[in-house]
Protein backbone atom coordinates (compact mmCIF):
# COMPACT_ATOMS: atom_id res chain seq x y z
CA UNK A 1 0.00 0.00 0.00
CA UNK A 2 1.31 2.81 -1.54
CA UNK A 3 0.48 5.48 1.42
CA UNK A 4 2.84 8.12 2.48
CA UNK A 5 3.19 10.11 5.48
CA UNK A 6 1.85 13.71 6.03
CA UNK A 7 2.40 16.54 7.95
CA UNK A 8 0.25 17.23 10.79
CA UNK A 9 -1.02 20.67 9.30
CA UNK A 10 -2.88 18.85 6.57
CA UNK A 11 -4.80 16.74 9.01
CA UNK A 12 -8.10 15.38 7.57
CA UNK A 13 -7.83 17.53 4.20
CA UNK A 14 -4.55 15.48 3.69
CA UNK A 15 -5.74 12.46 4.71
CA UNK A 16 -8.59 12.68 2.17
CA UNK A 17 -6.10 13.54 -0.93
CA UNK A 18 -4.17 10.08 0.05
CA UNK A 19 -7.43 7.48 0.52
CA UNK A 20 -8.86 8.58 -2.79
CA UNK A 21 -5.20 8.19 -4.47
CA UNK A 22 -5.17 4.60 -2.57
CA UNK A 23 -8.55 3.74 -4.14
CA UNK A 24 -7.42 4.98 -7.63
CA UNK A 25 -4.38 2.85 -7.37
CA UNK A 26 -5.47 -0.12 -6.17
CA UNK A 27 -8.54 0.34 -8.17
CA UNK A 28 -11.00 -1.08 -5.62
CA UNK A 29 -14.45 -1.71 -6.84
CA UNK A 30 -17.73 -1.16 -5.01
CA UNK A 31 -17.83 -3.20 -1.39
CA UNK A 32 -13.83 -3.16 -1.24
CA UNK A 33 -13.14 -2.47 2.24
CA UNK A 34 -10.30 0.07 3.20
CA UNK A 35 -7.27 -0.11 5.46
CA UNK A 36 -8.46 -0.30 9.15
CA UNK A 37 -8.12 2.93 11.17
CA UNK A 38 -5.35 1.96 12.86
CA UNK A 39 -3.19 1.01 9.87
CA UNK A 40 -4.13 4.29 8.37
CA UNK A 41 -3.48 6.31 11.70
CA UNK A 42 0.36 4.42 11.38
CA UNK A 43 0.64 4.82 7.93
CA UNK A 44 0.01 8.76 8.03
CA UNK A 45 1.53 9.61 11.60
CA UNK A 46 -1.72 11.62 12.85
CA UNK A 47 -4.10 11.42 14.74
CA UNK A 48 -7.28 8.22 15.01
CA UNK A 49 -9.27 11.26 15.26
CA UNK A 50 -8.00 12.61 12.38
CA UNK A 51 -8.26 9.97 10.22
CA UNK A 52 -12.06 9.55 11.72
CA UNK A 53 -12.27 13.16 10.22
CA UNK A 54 -11.46 12.03 7.00
CA UNK A 55 -13.48 8.87 6.05
CA UNK A 56 -16.63 10.76 7.62
CA UNK A 57 -16.05 13.36 4.85
CA UNK A 58 -16.15 11.20 2.31
CA UNK A 59 -18.84 8.91 3.76
CA UNK A 60 -20.62 12.43 3.53
CA UNK A 61 -19.76 12.27 -0.05
CA UNK A 62 -21.50 8.65 -0.80
CA UNK A 63 -17.92 7.38 -1.47
CA UNK A 64 -17.56 5.38 1.47
CA UNK A 65 -20.11 3.48 3.62
CA UNK A 66 -18.99 3.42 7.29
CA UNK A 67 -20.56 -0.33 8.79
CA UNK A 68 -19.91 -1.05 12.57
CA UNK A 69 -18.18 -3.81 12.87
CA UNK A 70 -16.64 -4.19 9.53
CA UNK A 71 -14.84 -1.02 8.59
CA UNK A 72 -14.98 1.25 5.69
CA UNK A 73 -16.49 0.01 2.78
CA UNK A 74 -16.12 1.49 -0.90
CA UNK A 75 -19.52 2.85 -2.19
CA UNK A 76 -20.45 2.60 -6.00
CA UNK A 77 -19.12 5.93 -7.18
CA UNK A 78 -18.56 7.81 -10.75
CA UNK A 79 -15.18 9.01 -11.75
CA UNK A 80 -16.53 12.32 -11.34
CA UNK A 81 -16.85 12.27 -7.64
CA UNK A 82 -13.73 11.01 -7.47
CA UNK A 83 -12.05 13.85 -9.29
CA UNK A 84 -14.35 16.73 -7.05
CA UNK A 85 -12.00 18.43 -4.80
CA UNK A 86 -12.74 16.60 -1.32
CA UNK A 87 -10.53 19.26 0.29
CA UNK A 88 -12.22 22.31 -0.61
CA UNK A 89 -14.08 23.57 3.27
CA UNK A 90 -17.44 22.09 3.64
CA UNK A 91 -19.89 24.95 2.94
CA UNK A 92 -21.72 26.01 5.80
CA UNK A 93 -24.67 28.14 5.74
CA UNK A 94 -26.02 30.24 9.11
CA UNK A 95 -28.98 28.13 9.11
CA UNK A 96 -26.93 25.06 8.78
CA UNK A 97 -24.17 26.32 11.87
CA UNK A 98 -27.26 27.24 14.09
CA UNK A 99 -28.16 23.62 14.17
CA UNK A 100 -24.83 22.12 14.62
CA UNK A 101 -24.75 24.49 17.28
CA UNK A 102 -27.72 23.50 18.60
CA UNK A 103 -26.86 20.31 18.03
CA UNK A 104 -23.71 20.67 20.27
CA UNK A 105 -25.76 21.78 23.40
CA UNK A 106 -27.75 18.72 23.31
CA UNK A 107 -25.42 16.32 23.12
CA UNK A 108 -22.43 17.68 24.56
CA UNK A 109 -23.89 19.19 27.82
CA UNK A 110 -25.63 15.18 28.59
CA UNK A 111 -21.74 13.81 27.53
CA UNK A 112 -20.01 16.38 30.15
CA UNK A 113 -22.41 15.22 33.03
CA UNK A 114 -22.00 11.44 32.16
CA UNK A 115 -18.43 11.92 31.64
CA UNK A 116 -18.35 13.65 35.78
CA UNK A 117 -19.95 10.36 36.79
CA UNK A 118 -18.61 7.09 34.44
CA UNK A 119 -14.86 8.53 32.92
CA UNK A 120 -12.18 6.16 34.20
CA UNK A 121 -8.50 8.02 35.18
CA UNK A 122 -6.96 6.93 31.89
CA UNK A 123 -10.29 9.01 30.14
CA UNK A 124 -9.69 11.69 32.19
CA UNK A 125 -6.07 11.91 31.94
CA UNK A 126 -6.69 12.49 28.15
CA UNK A 127 -9.16 14.95 28.98
CA UNK A 128 -6.86 16.92 30.85
CA UNK A 129 -3.93 16.34 28.40
CA UNK A 130 -6.30 17.67 25.05
CA UNK A 131 -6.71 20.52 26.92
CA UNK A 132 -3.22 21.25 27.75
CA UNK A 133 -2.34 20.48 24.63
CA UNK A 134 -4.87 23.10 23.05
CA UNK A 135 -3.21 26.27 25.31
CA UNK A 136 0.27 24.99 24.17
CA UNK A 137 -0.62 25.21 20.45
CA UNK A 138 -2.40 28.67 20.54
CA UNK A 139 0.72 29.63 23.39
CA UNK A 140 3.25 28.73 19.86
CA UNK A 141 0.65 30.93 17.81
CA UNK A 142 -1.23 28.26 16.18
CA UNK A 143 -5.01 27.92 16.39
CA UNK A 144 -5.74 24.82 17.80
CA UNK A 145 -8.79 23.78 15.39
CA UNK A 146 -7.69 19.48 16.00
CA UNK A 147 -7.08 20.03 19.66
CA UNK A 148 -10.39 21.89 20.40
CA UNK A 149 -11.99 19.19 18.30
CA UNK A 150 -9.96 16.46 20.50
CA UNK A 151 -11.29 18.09 23.66
CA UNK A 152 -14.98 17.81 22.93
CA UNK A 153 -14.62 14.49 21.45
CA UNK A 154 -12.55 13.13 23.97
CA UNK A 155 -15.90 14.28 26.21
CA UNK A 156 -18.89 12.61 24.47
CA UNK A 157 -15.93 9.34 24.44
CA UNK A 158 -15.84 9.58 28.01
CA UNK A 159 -19.94 9.41 28.92
CA UNK A 160 -19.20 5.74 27.62
CA UNK A 161 -22.47 5.84 25.92
CA UNK A 162 -22.04 4.23 22.72
CA UNK A 163 -25.05 6.03 21.02
CA UNK A 164 -23.43 9.56 22.13
CA UNK A 165 -20.18 8.78 20.31
CA UNK A 166 -22.07 7.03 17.23
CA UNK A 167 -24.04 10.12 16.27
CA UNK A 168 -21.40 12.34 17.23
CA UNK A 169 -19.14 10.66 14.67
CA UNK A 170 -21.20 10.70 11.88
CA UNK A 171 -21.48 14.04 12.01
CA UNK A 172 -18.22 14.60 13.00
CA UNK A 173 -17.25 17.17 9.46
CA UNK A 174 -19.68 19.10 10.08
CA UNK A 175 -18.77 19.49 14.21
CA UNK A 176 -15.20 20.25 13.53
CA UNK A 177 -16.07 22.83 10.46
CA UNK A 178 -18.48 24.48 13.40
CA UNK A 179 -15.38 24.14 15.80
CA UNK A 180 -13.28 25.93 12.88
CA UNK A 181 -15.50 28.72 12.25
CA UNK A 182 -15.66 29.71 15.92
CA UNK A 183 -12.02 28.90 16.11
CA UNK A 184 -10.77 31.21 13.23
CA UNK A 185 -13.26 34.03 14.55
CA UNK A 186 -11.48 33.81 18.00
CA UNK A 187 -8.09 34.66 16.84
CA UNK A 188 -10.10 37.44 14.46
CA UNK A 189 -11.32 39.38 17.24
CA UNK A 190 -8.76 39.34 20.01
CA UNK A 191 -6.09 37.20 22.38
CA UNK A 192 -9.24 37.73 24.98
CA UNK A 193 -11.39 35.43 23.71
CA UNK A 194 -8.78 32.66 23.40
CA UNK A 195 -8.13 33.27 27.03
CA UNK A 196 -11.39 33.08 27.75
CA UNK A 197 -11.95 29.80 25.60
CA UNK A 198 -8.62 27.98 27.89
CA UNK A 199 -10.58 29.21 31.27
CA UNK A 200 -14.16 27.88 30.24
CA UNK A 201 -12.07 24.91 29.31
CA UNK A 202 -10.17 24.63 32.69
CA UNK A 203 -13.97 24.71 34.68
CA UNK A 204 -15.08 21.91 32.29
CA UNK A 205 -12.28 19.76 32.97
CA UNK A 206 -11.88 20.48 36.68
CA UNK A 207 -15.98 19.39 37.36
CA UNK A 208 -15.36 16.14 34.82
CA UNK A 209 -11.95 15.30 37.28
CA UNK A 210 -13.83 16.41 40.85
CA UNK A 211 -16.42 13.83 39.54
CA UNK A 212 -19.50 16.88 39.51
CA UNK A 213 -21.92 16.17 36.64
CA UNK A 214 -23.91 18.99 37.92
CA UNK A 215 -21.26 21.38 37.52
CA UNK A 216 -20.46 19.83 34.48
CA UNK A 217 -23.45 19.97 32.69
CA UNK A 218 -23.50 23.68 33.57
CA UNK A 219 -20.08 24.63 32.75
CA UNK A 220 -20.49 22.97 29.41
CA UNK A 221 -23.76 24.76 28.55
CA UNK A 222 -22.07 28.04 29.73
CA UNK A 223 -19.00 27.28 26.94
CA UNK A 224 -21.17 26.84 24.17
CA UNK A 225 -23.80 29.55 24.83
CA UNK A 226 -20.45 31.88 24.97
CA UNK A 227 -19.71 30.72 21.72
CA UNK A 228 -22.97 30.88 19.75
CA UNK A 229 -22.93 34.63 21.34
CA UNK A 230 -20.00 35.46 20.04
CA UNK A 231 -20.50 34.36 16.11
CA UNK A 232 -23.92 36.04 16.39
CA UNK A 233 -22.80 39.00 18.33
CA UNK A 234 -20.12 39.99 15.69
CA UNK A 235 -22.34 39.63 12.52
CA UNK A 236 -20.62 36.58 11.22
CA UNK A 237 -20.33 36.42 7.65
CA UNK A 238 -21.65 32.76 5.93
Known sequence: MNLTSIQKKSL????????????????LKAG????SEDRLVEKFQVSKTAVREALSILASKGILEKRPGVGSILKEVTGSMLVEDLTTQLIINKQSLREILEFR?????EAAGLAAERATEEQMIKIKEAHLELIYQNQNGEIGIQEDYRFHYLIV????????ETIFNTISSRIFEAIKITKKQSVMLSQQYITETHEEHQRITDAILSKDPNSARLEMLNHLH???EKLWNNELSL
Do not use: A, C, M, T
Open 12 to 27: SEGIVIQIIQYIRNEN
Open 32 to 35: DKLP
Open 105 to 109: RVIEV
Open 157 to 164: VSSNNSIF
Open 226 to 228: KNE
